[in-house]
């Protein structure tokens, strides 16, 4: 239930006066629905409004001055504008009023009164005028016109004044809130209250106070920030109370690891290592890892698999598209087999009689594990046991999905696998309420992709030396970019790239894009993988995770408009076998510096973490990686990079909120929970959570 001291702030933006019919979709377009969205718009500027005489006019200012109203110019006709001659001691200004009302603006400001006119002036040929004054008032109402003021962000229809304003009768309606904050780190930052804080934020003094760094609005995005980590430790401690399947290490995981023709690296062996530990404990387990492509996530699971079923249990593992599947399946059957565990292949495909086979495998528990689609969880597929569920690229699934998934069983284990590395600083925003594993170390004996930056002039060369790989066997990847904007005739151009291609390379040159249906898409992947064809053009639909090892060339198109990390996850798609693989940037010069840094990153390191972690420094905060879409939550007042310092201490605090007051019933508790509704960060909402 929502505490009432928050009513008021929930009320729709109609309860502001003046927004009424007309005004409240515009208002709705700029904030929201909600009073608090309005509490919530931030100025983006402010103007100070100098008081000066006439004499001392600046051109392009905005200024106040004291005038006596002297004269009235009727337009000549309706396109023409009123023009109100005023003057003070030092000189004269006329005011210009485009519109009908010059009537009843003679009517309020007659000639030989005295206002205080307030706008932007102008020289122009035919004099110093102010077109349109924000401000005409009687002397005695100065008050009225604030020195300095802020500047909102507004719609057509809706002038930043009147959303300023409506900005500030949502602030009077905000009460003060009890404390929700620890009264030591409080005083430890100097922070003010939260309703100062936001009064400071519609009321900046200047400059600074729009600096999100600002003691008030860093107060505003640390609140934000211990809400939302409050909810992901919240589920968190909830998760560990639902008792998981104790799960011992079996010995069929180590003989899978001596067959294997290599050594686990370092950092596999602990993501196995953690793995147990959880599986040990008695508790749900919610894991995920984290590990650049090709870092060898797959064989760590196959040996959690390996250990649930030597105990007994099942294991699924769901791949986001059915060529992902059929690879996994393709890794893990000889391997398990060999060892005596059953596993079987479902996706959309099976039908009939083979469909109904493997149906009652997975439903008597003959097959321990599943390698599918989003065909495994079907209302139809039932499990003997199933205890581990394992979801390969986690972000390509919706958290229903996996919790579909995750229902088949009881108190089903969660192993999920991406292959975004994702900077340290962000790990707890984005992953907070999981537990972390991170393969931050390639398996050794890889060829580094050659990496060449190209301008566009030089493509009839590229071109030419694709040929002659082409000949020679060699398969590549030609990226072209992808606007959402601009969706269909970007479209249009792959379109005409893989025709050009066509035309000097034969029929052998492929093309994926997003208007594809899956099927089709597969089609297309599964022919460039068996090698049927040697090009691959496409938008940047490259399943991440599929494995082409003969795929040597990657070229990626307007390397420009893609960020670091993109850039990086595409060159990951070559140089997975022992072959000489390169990687062609072309670009549209000039490069931006920005843009030439970028490239220079690229070429420099091939450590997916240090290029995640390089490109939220060079692009700073706001969607940098391309993050939001893969779960950064969409915050109003913080940003994971300008205020990434108060993450960590959001997360600890959190964490012993949730050790002291797990129901939140304390004081403070109580309080904080007057939080959460505010953001609408509350535990039991789904979160990124995959548990
Ligand atoms: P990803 O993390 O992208 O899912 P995969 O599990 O598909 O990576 O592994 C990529 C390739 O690396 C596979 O061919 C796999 O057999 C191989 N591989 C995995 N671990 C190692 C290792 N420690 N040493 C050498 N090769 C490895
Ligand atoms: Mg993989």
Not at 166 to 184: I, S, V
Not at 383 to 396: G, P, T, Y
Request: with cysteine; net charge neutral; aromatic share 6%.
């Amino acid at each position: 239930m929502r505490p009432e001291i928050l009513f008021p702030l929930f009320a729709p933006i109609t309860s502001l006066k003046g927004v009424g019919p007309r005004v409240a979709p515009l208002l709705q377009r700029v904030a929201g629905e909600k009073v608090r969205d309005v509490l919530w718009l931030r100025p983006h500027a402010i103007v100070r409004r100098t008081r000066a005489r006439l004499s001392d006019a600046i051109d392009g200012q905005v200024m106040t001055f004291e005038v006596a109203i002297q004269d009235y110019q009727r337009p000549r006709s309706a396109a023409q504008p009123w023009r109100v001659q005023v003057a003070d001691d030092t000189g004269l200004l006329m005011l210009v009023f485009f519109g009908r009302f010059g009537d009843q603006l003679m009517q309020r400001h007659p000639v030989g009164a005295h206002r205080l006119v307030s706008g932007r002036v102008e020289d122009t040929k035919f004099g110093r005028q102010m077109v349109h004054p924000d401000y005409m008032v009687a002397p005695e109402k100065a008050d009225e016109i604030p020195e300095i003021e802020a500047v909102y962000p507004a719609t057509e229809g809706l002038p930043p004044r009147r959303v300023r304003s409506f900005a500030h009768e949502a602030l009077d309606k905000t009460p003060e809130m009890p404390e929700w904050q620890d009264p030591a780190w409080l005083a430890r930052e100097q922070f003010p209250s939260w309703r100062e804080a936001l009064a400071r934020t519609h009321n900046p003094q200047g400059e600074g106070d729009l600096s999100p760094l600002s003691l008030h609005r860093r107060r505003l995005a640390y609140d934000e920030l211990l809400a939302h980590q409050l909810a992901m430790a919240q589920r968190k401690a909830a998760r560990r109370r639902e008792p998981g399947a104790r799960v011992a290490a079996g010995e069929i995981a180590g003989r899978l690891r001596a067959a294997l023709p290599f050594a686990f690296t370092r950092a596999q062996a602990r993501a196995l290592a953690d793995i147990r530990a959880d599986f040990a404990v008695g508790e749900r387990m919610s894991r995920l890892i984290q590990g650049d492509v090709g870092s060898g996530k797959t064989v760590v699971a196959m040996c959690a698999m390996a250990d649930v079923a030597e105990a007994g249990g099942q294991s699924a593992l769901m791949a986001p598209t059915e060529i992902l599947a059929r690879q996994h399946y393709e890794t893990l059957s000889g391997p398990l087999e060999a060892q005596g565990i059953g596993i079987v292949l479902l996706t959309g495909r099976d039908k009939g009689v083979v469909r109904a086979e493997k149906l009652r495998a997975l439903a008597s528990g003959a097959a321990r594990v599943v390698v599918g689609t989003h065909a495994l969880f079907q209302n139809e597929v039932a499990f003997h046991q199933l205890q581990l569920a394992v979801i390969d690229e986690q972000h390509r699934f919706g958290v229903a999905e996996r919790q579909r998934l995750q229902a088949k069983g009881e108190a089903v284990h969660l192993l999920a696998m991406s292959a975004t590395p994702i900077p340290r600083t962000l790990e707890l925003t984005m992953y907070g309420d999981l537990d972390v594993s991170r393969i931050d170390e390639k398996p050794p004996g890889r060829t580094p992709v050659a990496t060449r930056a190209v301008p566009m002039s030089r493509l009839d060369e590229i071109v030419g030396r694709l040929r002659d790989a082409a000949a020679g066997g060699a398969q590549a990847f030609w990226i072209c970019p992808l606007v959402a904007e601009s969706e269909l005739s970007d479209l249009a151009a792959a379109e005409m790239r893989a025709k050009a291609l066509r035309m000097l390379l034969g029929p052998g040159v492929g093309l994926v894009h997003g208007q594809l249906t899956g099927a089709e898409k597969d089609a297309v992947m599964a022919d460039f993988a068996d090698g049927k064809l040697s090009v691959l053009v496409a938008t940047t639909v490259v399943e991440v995770g599929v494995n082409v090892p003969n795929a040597t060339i990657m070229v990626i198109e307007q390397a420009e408009r893609f960020g670091l990390a993109q850039l990086h996850q595409l060159r990951g798609r070559v140089g997975r076998g022992q072959r000489e693989s390169a990687c062609v940037l072309l670009y549209d010069p000039p490069l931006s510096e920005t843009a030439q840094q970028r490239l220079d990153i690229l070429r420099r390191t091939d450590d997916g973490f240090v290029i995640a972690e390089k490109d939220l420094e060079l692009r700073g905060g706001g969607d940098a990686l391309g993050l939001r879409q893969s779960g950064l939550p969409d915050y109003v007042f913080a940003d994971p990079f300008v205020h990434r310092d108060l993450i960590a201490v959001a997360g600890d605090d959190a964490r012993l909120i949730v050790a002291r007051d797990p129901e939140l019933t304390s004081e403070r508790g109580k309080a904080l929970q007057v939080l959460q509704e505010l953001f609408d960060w509350k535990a039991g909402l789904a979160l990124r959570d995959a548990g």
